[in-house]
């Protein structure tokens, strides 16, 4: 912390999420090893990169895989590869695609702000059905014309919204009319069969992020069919010359970070190393907590990178969201994540030990 304390930057108890606000991801020892040890030496980075996709498909089971900047940026340059495939002087053009086809289909019901990264070269978003209905297999397919280049599928919500049209659907109806589908999978690290299930699916290019991995946050990787990933590595900064990827370059020790981290998280036994610390941390907080005036908290089972606590509070939703936000404000600041109505979440997933003690502490003396 002596450099942060030397800017005046508050230490954040993470109790929340890998957020991308809080930097992402804790980098391990060995991770941080590995970034120094790139770091001794320089490479060609196109040819680290054709090395590192060749590694990371190798694991995800796909045909081809490039490292971005995060998955954002993978989704950017997937966009991309779809609009241009590997046509030099479409990819001079972009983000000006007046006169190419240029549609990226996308179910209403899936959307999401993310959505953005499949315009920045030029990508025409079309959303098909509505927001609470969504849309049926035979409308979807109705929407494909001769101006889509792709359709999006945004994987990390289409467990929690209802209506929507599964992936293995949207797969067949793409492929039947010759259409690449990209998958948004920034998050779908865990179980461990989400990174390899929606390429075996036949997903045509699916995009990570890097955080969710235990690496940096300034990583990402796609990877997916080796025409399309082909395509992304034209348009990207080790591509033809400073086309629309030119802003994503990456270094050569984010690079090495990323793949070990990735071969990490494969191998880790994760009930283990991350589940059980985190759920032992979760019983002292709730143990720790009983019987403090104005607050229960209540044990949530693991899901999507959280090992949750919901802590709710004998206040007004207005009096808990200003409680949250005092947290954070706080030094230490301690993030928890506001939910509906007057409860709040504590996650413990991100914690180190000890500071589920520094959490209880606070708590007590917020709540005494």
Not at 161 to 180: A, C, F, M, Q, Y
Not at 339 to 358: A, C, P, V, W, Y
Request: hydrophobic share 40%; charged share 25%; with cysteine.
């Amino acid at each position: 912390m002596s450099f942060y304390k030397k800017l005046g930057v508050r230490r954040v108890i993470n109790a929340a999420f890998c957020l991308t606000d809080l930097g992402g991801s804790r980098l391990s020892k060995e991770i941080q090893q590995a970034w120094l040890e790139a770091n001794d030496n320089f490479v060609e980075m196109k040819q680290l990169e054709e090395k590192a996709g060749e590694f990371l498909a190798k694991i995800t089971g796909a045909e081809a895989a490039y490292v971005s900047t995060g998955a954002f940026s993978c989704l950017t340059l997937s966009a991309a590869a779809c609009i241009t495939r590997n046509d030099v002087e479409k990819m001079r053009k972009l983000p000006h695609t007046t006169g190419m086809k240029n549609q990226i289909l996308v179910q209403a019901n899936l959307r999401s702000t993310f959505d953005r990264s499949l315009e920045i070269p030029g990508g025409i978003i079309v959303p098909v059905g509505d927001k609470e209905n969504g849309c049926t297999a035979e409308e979807f397919e109705a929407a494909i014309n001769e101006n889509v280049v792709a359709i999006d599928y945004l994987a990390m919500l289409d467990s929690i919204r209802p209506n929507t049209l599964p992936l293995s659907k949207i797969i067949e109806i793409g492929h039947k009319h010759g259409v690449p589908i990209i998958v948004d999978a920034a998050g779908q690290t865990y179980p461990l069969d989400r990174v390899t299930s929606l390429i075996a699916m036949g997903s045509d290019l699916v995009c990570y992020s890097g955080k969710y991995f235990g690496g940096p946050q300034s990583t990402g990787f796609v990877c997916g069919k080796k025409e399309y990933v082909d395509a992304v590595v034209q348009n990207s900064f080790v591509g033809n010359g400073s086309w629309i990827g030119r802003g994503y370059k990456i270094d050569r020790q984010e690079i090495i970070a990323l793949l070990y981290a990735v071969e990490n998280w494969m191998k880790m036994d994760h009930e283990k190393e991350r589940l059980e610390p985190a759920v032992k941390r979760q019983k002292y907080i709730i143990e720790n907590l009983k019987g403090v005036p104005g607050i229960k908290c209540e044990a949530q089972p693991y899901v999507y990178h959280v090992v949750g606590i919901t802590a709710i509070l004998d206040k007004t939703p207005e009096e808990t969201a200003a409680i949250v936000k005092k947290f954070r404000e706080d030094d230490p600041a301690i993030w928890f994540r506001m939910q509906r109505g007057n409860s709040f979440l504590i996650n413990t997933l991100m914690l180190k030990d000890g500071e589920e003690k520094e959490i209880v502490d606070k708590i007590k003396a917020t709540f005494k």
